[in-house]
């Protein structure tokens, strides 16, 4: 069986590239450039983790390919990512390159290769029901990654392999260390990739104008001024420059009519937390909505699984939350869970 492992220069996809060559199967490698930034962007690091993935598959012995998805992802990801900003909401490219590049173009070109499997590094699950596949949490619910693959559909599903499912973040770093992997000490990437480590304002500003407005409480005193909405979300903290004493301001709403940040003190006020929310652009592993009922949801990566009530109205799905959720934010995703099933989600309106 011939599997695609997609080599990203970091540790957790050279390992899984070890294990399934352990196992017996035919294992490519192959590094997908999906980013073509400023040829002087000093924050770009695609040079040296292709070279890393490059290290990698010579000491495992395996062939590796360089293959440029940097059309696709600009067409399908990034436009997204900046209407998304555009209109004021805050949006998760990241889940969208899941679905819409490493499963999809790197799949589709995979499949044309030859390939029975592809595979990722991505610590995730996958068990059968009913003949059919359905994501998991991973065994290390530290590193659990089920929330950025929510988007995947049936077909994607059954044709990937996640070697990590069972394998704990120390582990990876283990087994790294004894093959000699040269990502074995490798930093982990943080981040939005097309953007690296580089300050998100500075990165934006290349794009998108900005234009400033009054930072305000929700009685209308003036706080100071935003810098542009797109560069505030819901429950951010830093940045704002509101000095004195107290506890921390964060953000509550934006209001793009007036072009107003509405800010408030104090990280357990009313306002940043909420009970239910609706999602639109629905997507479930199993490709049919689950029934109404009772479930738990994740509204932002790390957080705990929060029990709810799910329902449907017009083609959206409505989350009622046994208790109310902090800084639940328009554009990122709402992630279904029944018990350790990923059921799939939508995004936040």
């Not at 040296?48 to 993935?53: C, F, G, T, V, W």
Request: aromatic fraction near 10%.
């Amino acid at each position: 069986m011939k599997v695609v492992v997609g080599l990203s220069g970091g540790v957790d996809s050279s390992v899984a590239a070890y294990l399934l060559k352990e196992q017996g199967y035919d294992v490519l490698g192959i590094f997908m450039q999906n980013w073509e930034g400023l040829e002087d962007d000093e924050y770009c690091t695609i040079k040296e983790d292709s070279l890393d993935a490059i290290a990698v598959a010579d000491c495992l012995g395996i062939d590796i390919e360089i293959v440029n998805f940097a059309k696709e992802y600009k067409d399908r990801v990034f436009s997204y990512f900046l209407e998304e900003y555009q209109n004021g909401r805050t949006p998760n490219p990241d889940i969208l390159c899941n679905s819409e590049i490493k499963f999809k173009s790197f799949l589709d070109h995979a499949i044309n290769i030859g390939a029975d499997y592809i595979a990722t590094g991505h610590y995730v699950g996958k068990v059968s029901q009913d003949d059919k596949s359905i994501l998991a949490k991973a065994t290390d619910s530290n590193k659990d990654q089920s929330y950025f693959l929510y988007r995947l559909n049936q077909y994607q599903i059954s044709r990937a392999l996640f070697p990590l499912a069972h394998i704990t973040k120390p582990e990876i770093r283990q087994i790294a260390a004894k093959l000699k992997l040269p990502t074995a000490n490798k930093k982990d990437s943080t981040g939005i990739c097309f953007i690296g480590e580089q300050p998100f304002r500075q990165f934006l500003k290349r794009y998108m104008p900005t234009i400033p407005g009054r930072m305000i409480t929700p009685d209308g005193k003036i706080m100071g001024e935003h810098m542009g909405l797109m560069y505030y979300t819901l429950g951010q903290r830093k940045g704002l420059g509101i000095g004195g004493q107290g506890e921390p301001w964060f953000v509550a709403d934006k209001n793009l009519a007036t072009n107003e940040l509405i800010v408030v003190q104090g990280h357990d006020h009313p306002l940043l937390f909420k009970k239910e929310l609706w999602a639109s652009q629905l997507n479930f592993g199993l490709e049919q909505n689950p029934i109404e009922g009772r479930y738990s949801a994740k509204t932002r990566y790390r957080m705990a699984d929060a029990p709810c009530t799910l329902s449907y109205e017009d083609n959206k799905l409505h989350l009622v939350f046994d208790k109310p959720q902090w800084a639940i934010t328009p554009g990122q995703s709402v992630v279904i869970y029944d018990n350790e099933l990923c059921l799939g989600g939508g995004i936040i309106n």
